[in-house]
């Protein structure tokens, strides 16, 4: 039998090009709500790992460039605390004009990094710091902020992980302020340290995420109303 010309000009005929937008709404429509949720889940979790990667990456260099502090009477200083804690580890001590407060910073080779004005501070101040950032060490909450990290890098969409995440590094801190009064038994002395350490602060950059800070300013009025209550642990 004969094809009729019009049936084989239909099969000839090319097919419409659709344009970018045209086929990502066609896509779009083709998903169902189950494999949305997941691709919008996992962009979430894919932008917040690559920012705590990137955090760790800045304070790294930060602290590969920091200048090691060679004053004798930091390490005497760093000594006796890690004695105190009864710490077995190699801690190094750095300064650099890029921070503006103390701050530890890796687990496997632990750096407290401290401030270029650090070279100023009493004798009395310079204890009471090295005591918290070496509790610090001791805890291993270096670890604990970057697991706290990753749980809201997974959970980025649930409020209440974000919520445990602020609460445990406020609750670190507070720990180891408990260390340093068990130790020296100075609470309104290091209650003005903790204040003028803040007071010092210019600005907090987003990377500071990634460490352990001694003054955050946001939680400091509660930290010190627990430091000068006597019967507060």
Known sequence: AAVSPSHTAFEKAPLPQLGL???????????????GLTL?????????LARL????????????????????EWHRTLKKCLLQLDIDRKVRLKTSRIVSFPM???????????????SLWPSEQRELVVLHETAHIKRLD???????????????????????KNRLQFECERACDDCVIRHKSM???????????????????????????????????????????????
Do not use: E
């Not at 937008?21 to 189950?34: E, K, N, P, S, V």
């Not at 990667?53 to 004798?72: D, E, H, K, R």
């Open 21 to 35: 937008a045209a086929q990502t709404r066609i896509w779009l429509a083709q998903l169902d709500w189950q494999t």
């Open 104 to 118: 530890t910073f890796g687990c496997r080779r632990p750096v407290i990094l401290l401030p270029a004005a650090a």
């Open 187 to 233: 609470h309104r002395r290091y209650a003005t340290v903790l204040l003028n350490i803040a007071r010092s602060v210019t600005a907090q950059p987003y990377w500071l995420g990634s460490t352990v800070q001694m003054a955050h300013k946001s939680k400091l009025k509660r930290r010190l109303r627990c430091i000068l209550n006597r019967h507060s642990r």
């Open 142 to 164: 270096a670890l604990t902020t970057v697991l706290a990290q990753l749980a809201c890098a997974l959970y980025w969409f649930h409020p209440l992980v974000w919520f445990a």
């Open 53 to 72: 990667a990137i955090n760790l990456c800045i304070v790294g260099l930060i602290s590969f460039f920091a200048q090691n502090t060679s004053a004798p």
């Open 40 to 48: 919008v889940w996992l962009l979430g979790t894919a932008l917040f």
